[in-house]
T-cell receptor, first 113, second 116 residues
């Protein structure tokens, strides 16, 4: 039982490049989400999913796309990277909505130059 | 949407003293309030949570109190130890933009330093 697994752990991108952050969980959780963490700003919700085939926007969705084709996977795509997207990204999952423990992945450190 | 404010942003205490971190929230419909601890370079980890039907909850040296009328909740750490040094985040549940789910809104974090 690996929990929530994120890859890559570190990535440097050039402005305008695209990439996908991978997230997988093996706990059969319905809810998955992506947060970004910036200094002094806590964790901000980018996108979330309440089940396969269903996604919704969070607080800061611009510049990011998600899809949920399976229960296990929830990739985050950066369409055209910008320096403002330099951040630490955390994928998370829980068994059912708010009120259930959220488990975080180890994080992905992304730098856009 | 939900707005969570957390204070203080930094807190230094002597080992053995108590530490208190306070949060306020805006959405009166919020009913779940977890606290996370994040060590440097690590993922946030849940340390305690409270639901709106409970006013106080304790787990060894950690306690959380909730005042729904005033819309604030607090984390109390007693007999602090150097290993308590970390960033602590409060959070509150929030309804998603489609109204179909409730997600967490986080405070901006408190850097707690326990001085030996």
């Amino acid at each position: 039982n690996a929990g929530v697994t994120q890859t890559p752990k570190f990535q440097v991108l050039k402005t305008g490049q695209s990439m996908t952050l991978q997230c997988a969980q093996d706990m059969n959780h319905e809810y998955m989400s992506w947060y970004r963490q910036d200094p002094g700003m806590g964790l901000r919700l980018i996108h979330y999913s309440v089940g396969a085939g269903i996604t919704d926007q969070g607080e800061v969705p611009n510049g990011y796309n998600v899809s949920r084709s399976t229960t296990e996977d929830f990739p985050l795509r950066l369409l055209s990277a910008a320096p403002s997207q330099t951040s630490v990204y955390f994928c998370a999952s829980s068994s059912g909505g708010s009120g259930n423990t959220i488990y975080f992945g180890e994080g992905s450190w992304l730098t856009v130059v | 949407g939900e707005n969570v404010e957390q204070h203080p942003s930094t807190l230094s205490v002597q080992e053995g003293d108590s530490a208190v971190i306070k949060c306020t929230y805006s959405d009166s419909a919020s009913n779940y309030f977890p606290w996370y601890k994040q060590e440097l370079g690590k993922r946030p980890q849940l340390i305690i949570d409270i639901r709106s039907n409970v006013g106080e909850k304790k787990d060894q040296r950690i306690a959380v109190t909730l005042n729904k009328t005033a819309k604030h909740f607090s984390l109390h750490i007693t007999e602090t130890q150097p290993e308590d040094s970390a960033v602590y985040f409060c959070a509150a549940s929030a309804r998603g933009s489609s109204g179909s789910a409730r997600q967490l809104t986080f405070g901006s974090g408190t850097q707690l330093t326990v001085l030996p």
